[in-house]
Nanobody
Framework: QVQLMESGGGLVLPGGSLRLSCVAS????????MGWYRQAPGPQRELVAV???????NYADSVKGRFTISRDDAKNTVYLQMNSLQPDDTAVYYC???????????????WGQGTRVAVSS
C-alpha cells in the first residue's frame, strides 16, 4: 500500500517562512511528477507547484518567486519551501505524486491527507 505523508504546516506571521515535506512510502517502483496543491475554504483545489522526474518545475503565478519545490528521489520526498508568506496563502496543502507501485504497469495519482498552513498576525 502506498501512502503520502505531509509535515511542516503550522501558524506563521505574514512575511514568515515554512518548509513542507512529503514522504511517499510503500511498494513504489517509480515516482514521476510530484507536487503540491492547496485548498482554502471552498471547493476548489489549486496547483501550487509541480516537479517532474527530470527536475523541471512549474509554479502558480501567485507563488512564483516566493515558493520553491524540490525533491529527493533517494528518500521519495518532495519539499516546498515557502517564503514571504501572506494571509492569502492560508490553506490546507496537499501532496500529490504520480507513481507506479509494485504489481502495477501504469502510474496513477496518490494524495496525502493534507497539512494546514495559516498565515496570520
Amino acid at each position: 500500500q502506498v501512502q503520502l505523508m505531509e509535515s511542516g504546516g503550522g501558524l506563521v506571521l505574514p512575511g514568515g517562512s515554512l518548509r513542507l515535506s512529503c514522504v511517499a512510502s510503500g511498494n513504489i517502483i517509480r515516482i514521476d511528477d510530484m507536487g503540491w496543491y492547496r485548498q482554502a475554504p471552498g471547493p476548489q483545489r489549486e496547483l501550487v507547484a509541480v516537479i517532474t522526474r527530470s527536475g523541471n518545475t512549474n509554479y502558480a503565478d501567485s507563488v512564483k518567486g516566493r515558493f520553491t519545490i524540490s525533491r529527493d528521489d533517494a528518500k521519495n520526498t518532495v519539499y516546498l519551501q515557502m517564503n514571504s508568506l501572506q494571509p492569502d496563502d492560508t490553506a490546507v496543502y496537499y501532496c500529490h505524486a504520480e507513481l507506479v507501485r509494485s504489481g502495477s504497469m501504469f502510474a496513477r495519482d496518490y494524495w496525502g491527507q493534507g497539512t494546514r498552513v495559516a498565515v496570520s498576525s
